[in-house]
């Protein structure tokens, strides 16, 4: 049976200090415990942060480029780098890819990968992340973790079998 | 000089009897009276309303479309209908090509396409549609307007010149 | 009835004074006279001598760009920018949003459209552009063309109704 | 050091009896055997073979899929699904993901593929594959192998360190 693959998703531009960071390690280490392989877009940020976790775990990682081998090298925590050329477009593909994700913080891009998992019908666990809610809308039934651990299980559930 | 292209981003299974529609519509041909170009997904309900406004106004149409000619045909109203069988990856191309948008209501799809135009620089204007936070994130200063007039309004003077 | 949208692919970096230049040029003319919209790549040499020959005759021309407003702004004489960020991965739309399509000689990217329009069934006509044969395999049933004139009245032909 | 990982390109209609089905599975052995990461478009015929090959060396398969989870499922030998969602625009990524390529035999696609590899400089080795000239072009240096073990050791070679 291939391994479940899961997702994580948010902003490139966080700091080590930052304590998205420190939840995007936990997460990574969590998914690569589980016997799950990680998928993010092999950039920085939350992207490093949870692929570094994930390889002290001794998972696997992929990263799914925005660009080419020479504008866009992957974090050094990658072990799988997918070089796509299509900038945002490859978010698609990071949704697509994963049996479920999990959204830690974020910024524009990642509500983009947010919007897009839940139209494609793949799960997302939001972990301090943006909330949203449509104009009239019924209350969407969004997952919601309150703790890195929390995310991971509730991703790796939602993953299916 | 170019014809500035203003998208019109929102849901595809608005039937015409919803308010949507109609605003969509009106927005269509406020977008043609100012001389616009019209930029949609080339698919129903909202894309298909906001043409149908423009080709009255006698504007020019653009659709994005998501499939092939035979498996993705473009609504009636549109007259220049461009093929990227990408999928939800062509959300990426309408506001790439757009220079300004308006958001009508809008389910998921819609809320991807919102995220990417703020990520990207693309000033977009939201009528009816998401309102979404960011964890611990100060005030957006996202453009709303009120009515579909004031929508072409606020999202032409955004296009800039 | 929507207008017939044809192709014309060929090497970004043919200058003016090669037989290329006014063969697209000649071809861009001869799309435009005949009441078609004119499709590129949007960028240099063969594609702005195709758009300029459009032009000339009051046709429209569309750009697929490679980038982004920023970064791959169209030739002078395109009307409507459509811009993907998808670099070669544009080559794919240009293809599928096509009636028809001319190589006019071409390098690499020029001969991977040829081959995704001969996959896709977007009729090509060829004028002084690649040849190839597959290793044991019937004659190929390819377009070719000796003149401008001759390849504007083969792909409109092979365009259909 | 991350694996290196090699690209098969070919048909994926090719049936198990013909010669470009043994060689593509004596290929994906030899890549594994090699201690490379195989790629490719993850469906059948040539691609099913390599993976097949690959795996039976316990080497690791990746495929690139044109579509999503639910339409178009990877063949049993891939080990790491990743699904674009953008048909033939997948031939960009499997392009540009490979640190170089084997095309065997192959229709159209394949020589798109071969197209956008010699465009984009990864180097491609073909077998029994296309040829193709430009018009008044001088001769191209292309990669030309006449046995499975032959493609293998050239496109390892190509691969740089």
Redesign the interface.
Known sequence: M?KK?IGVFGGGNVSETMSEYQAAFDIGRGIAKHGC?LLTGGLGGVMTAASKGAREEGGTT?G?LPG??DTSPPNPY????????????RN??NV??CNSAIAV?????T??EI??A???GCPVVLL?????????AAEESILTADTPDEAVTMAIAAAGN
């Open positions: 291939a693959i392989i992929i799914i080419s081998r990658v072990d799988i780098a997918i070089y796509t050329g299509m900038g945002e477009a698609v593909i697509k890819s913080g974020g910024e524009y891009g509500l983009s919007a897009l839940l139209k494609t301090d992340s943006w909330s949203f809610t449509r104009h009239a």
